[in-house]
């Protein structure tokens, strides 16, 4: 377990990679972003490792945790930075239509007093 920042709480792990440099600034770009939108208490995961066939394309993989449901997504490429990318978007784009399907939960509901009356 690699845990890059300790203020931001995260664990990072890049399999067989010399500079991460970039990587980790990224990860902690996103971390943050994640957790100030949705809560310090989410627990997140970032995985970097080469394929087992093909060792020019890498697997990234982000795992997100301490939400309603837990949400991974995993993807796969030759240009780390730009799979980083991508996993990154398409995690708050899940995170969003999580918080948006709670939200419209809510409002189906009628409130209380409107129950009462009826």
């Known amino acids: 377990m690699d845990l890059f920042n300790q203020r931001l709480m995260y664990e990072f792990h890049a399999r067989e990679l010399l500079q ?27 995985n970097i490792e080469p394929e087992v066939k ?16 837990p949400i991974v997504v995993k ?25 948006e399907k709670k939200i419209r939960n809510r409002k189906a509901t009628p409130p209380l007093n409107e129950q009462v009356a009826s």
């Open 75 to 99: 993807k796969i490429g030759k240009h780390v930075l730009a799979v980083l990318r991508k996993v990154r978007k398409t995690v708050m784009r899940q995170i969003h239509r999580v918080s």
């Open 20 to 46: 991460t440099d970039a990587l980790k600034q990224y990860a902690d770009h996103a971390v943050k972003d994640i957790k100030s939108n949705y809560g310090w208490d989410t627990d997140i995961q970032i």
């Open 54 to 69: 093909d060792k020019k394309l890498f697997s990234v993989s982000m795992s997100v945790f301490g939400l309603d449901e």
